[in-house]
């Protein structure tokens, strides 16, 4: 879901030639895995391994049709296998990679309703886009890379294109920034790197100092609040930037619009680790914009064929109510009372469709205690986006601001062009994303137009003249008016995985799970993907990483053979102690 923006920007030659630096730049291995996905991808381009010709006709099942689900189905394949089936749940293909277009007339306008924004240290992510031909550009209006306002307290302040926070910004941007360049030297304990020096560390191939640095962390702050970790930094004697902030309007300011970037306020209760690893892997660096939507990767892979067969028409749209393991495979109890057997199954549903939907952590479950106390305890954040295309770009010819951030229930505002070449076609106005408690606050804002204009009077608090050109075309809060609420949707029940403090032992269970099919005494036949079950929820490089892992299970679980100098299955370990409670 990309819920932080833009934090960091590299200064490039041309815009136009940012996407294709971005794909070119050499990879490396996330903090909490150290496994370099985009160069195992790479050294693989014609299949990940081989099933074995005895093998090649058992069904392999894989609950969830989003992108977890759809690459395993693509490398399954690839590698030779021939009966992969996927049970989905909804109507439609794809999960949270959902670009909506308003209407068929006009389907180059799209409210991206999951993944948004896509920063090209998601390697896996990039490999798939480059390989299906999908462009992404730097045109993301985030905060500061176009004209912003800041809603704060009542008034409202202006942030320049490519210029500096205004001066209100000025001790928790310097403390922020010193944190994340410097690091941070707490009165006990070792001094912490800064997190751009792991990632060098890691671009470098310094895994082992990487490694020393990630578990200093955990050691300081496994137990940890974003809230938490804030207060014990910026307040200690010795604070990032040579200031401590005041308490409490720094920490108020921060929460409600970080550094000009967004409000972290309804990320206080998370992990701060969670906040960190994101600054280290560089999610939040140099973000890119996909014109044609995320949802073209699901396209690109549903429609590959194989054996006359598209893996589209692989999909049966059937809820998974149940599965059972036994002594020679899977069997799966569907929603329509039928039952399908299967030889190997990987489920990339969210955790907790997992967990209410299929009761996959219920006792006697193939999955370990600790694998079935994670999927019951791993926390997902709540989300809500509301679009509204506009009959025009008023943004442009009014010099109205292209961002706007508040502490209201709006929170963040981001004005979108999809015709970039034609300057009067009608625009998208991301009205509001939203997360945790102001999600949760908006469910109570009603339908389409009842919430817009709810949202819309909030709005006027911080620009009334933007306010009033956020109206849907021809009124039609219908057509033109795009909501979703994750919390609400069926086999969702939330956006994406963030741990509170002391989870990353879940998060460790549920990604590694995949790794007891080395040992056929141990080997679930069930493997467990999406970007839930990930370090990395939120983003799609979650999500692909841990398809890939499944994948490379289903190959060696049924005897096949896994192809380059090195994979996930063989050569990558849980690194750390993470000190939580499912981490044994």
Known sequence: MSFIPNLRRRPHPVAADFTAAALKSPSFGYIDTLFDYGAY???????LGRVPP???????????????????????????AANVVLFEASERIGGRAWSSPFTEAAPEFLAELGAMRFPPSEYSLFHYLDRFGIQATSSFPDPGAVLTNLGYQGKTYTWPAHGNPPDMFATVNAGWSAFISQGFTPETGPALIAPVAITELLRSGQSAAAREAWQA??????NESFYSALCRMFGSANPPGGKRWSFPQDYELFGALGVGSGGLGPMYPVAFLEIVRLMVDELETDQLFIPAGIESLARAFSSQVFGRRSIAQRVIKTAVSRISRDATGVKLWLADGTTHYAERVIVTASTRAMQIDMALNAAGSSLSPQQCTAISDVHLTSSSKVFVMTQRKFWLDESLPANIQTDTLVRGVYCL??????????????????????????????????????????????????????????????TY??????????????????????????SQQLFFQFQASRDASTDPYIYLA?????????????ALQTGVNAVCAVIRSLGGELYGPSNPLDDMTPQYDYGGRAAS
């Open 481 to 506: 008016v795009r909501v979703i609420d994750w919390d609400l949707e069926r086999g969702y029940y939330g956006a994406f995985k963030l741990n509170f403090a002391g989870g990353d032992g879940y």
């Open 54 to 80: 005895a093998a090649a006709n058992g069904t392999i099942a894989i609950i969830g049709a989003g992108i977890a689900g759809l690459v395993c189905a693509y490398e399954l394949l690839r590698a030779g």
């Open 530 to 542: 999406g970007d839930s079950c990930s370090f990395t929820g939120g983003w799609v490089e979650g």
């Open 417 to 478: 062009d999809y015709a970039p070449q034609n300057p009067n076609s009608a625009g998208v106005v991301l009205l509001s994303y939203a997360w945790e408690d102001d999600a949760i606050k908006q469910l109570a804002l009603g339908e389409n137009r009842q919430r817009v204009q709810r949202l819309v009077t909030d709005l006027a608090q911080t620009n009334a003249a933007f306010a009033r050109h956020v109206v849907p075309i021809d009124n039609d809060y219908d």
């Open 41 to 47: 991808l790479s050294a693989a381009p014609d299949a």
């Open 217 to 222: 962390y955990i050691d300081a702050f496994g």
